[in-house]
């Protein structure tokens, strides 16, 4: 039988090193099986190798790279109303593939952490688990929210590279310049509250509702 993980982390470099593998795309959750509905805005060249980055930008300003990060600043504070906030995140989801997909993922990530910790990890949307996971971390809240959004970002960039022409690298090299809009926007969210959570990326939107009828596909959303 597996040794658990300590339910403690007694120092920030610990809860680093487990914040790092939570966010892992090795850590099992199937991120890699999904794309927000960019599968269908790549097929249509709405979001080409020129776009890509215009589109990972309006998705973490205003979009569901935002709204995410606002659940998950609200889950980590200690009078969090998890349950509520779940309720919230699967509410706000405008499509039955992102409600599947942030439910999934959150179902996958609560369980993984609960083997690996021994605590009680109920299943949630995936910034909502996320949030009851990391709460008791001892680090800052911009940092956790942080790693949260380019682990997310990794995923879009990584379902572009493997549809569009795009090179492993040229993929890299977009995710390095994500950092610091992902740093202002972590900072922005970890004092956010509940009247921030907003969006206004319609064709994002639009692209995840038209993905439903793709005939052919590689992801799942």
């Not at 090193?17 to 890699?32: C, E, I, T, W, Y």
């Not at 906030?85 to 992102?98: F, H, I, N, P, V």
Request: charged share 15%.
């Amino acid at each position: 039988m597996p040794m658990p993980m300590p339910r403690r982390m007694t120092t920030p470099d610990a809860a680093r090193l487990s914040l790092q593998q939570m966010m892992s795309p090795a850590f099992p959750v199937g991120g890699f099986a999904w794309s927000q509905g960019l599968e269908w805005a790549m097929d249509q060249g709405l979001a080409d190798r020129a776009g890509l980055a215009p589109w990972l930008e309006d998705w973490l300003h205003r979009g569901s790279g935002w709204t995410d990060a606002v659940l998950l600043s609200l889950a980590l504070r200690t009078d969090a109303d998890r349950a509520a906030l779940d309720d919230l995140a699967r509410a706000a989801c405008l499509t039955s593939q992102r409600l599947t997909e942030t439910v999934e993922q959150g179902t996958a990530f609560a369980a993984n952490v609960a083997a690996l910790t021994g605590t009680d990890q109920p299943p949630a949307a995936l910034p909502v688990a996320v949030g009851r996971a990391c709460a008791a971390l001892p680090l800052p809240a911009p940092e956790i929210i942080a790693a949260f959004l380019q682990a997310q970002a990794a995923g879009l960039i990584g379902a572009a590279v493997r549809f569009l022409p795009l090179g492993p690298v040229e993929g890299q090299r977009l995710l390095a310049a994500m950092r610091a809009p992902i740093l202002a926007t972590a900072d922005r969210a970890a004092g956010a509250g509940i009247d921030a959570l907003a969006s206004a990326t319609w064709g994002a939107d639009i692209a995840a509702m038209r993905h439903e009828t793709m005939t052919t596909r590689i992801f799942r959303s």
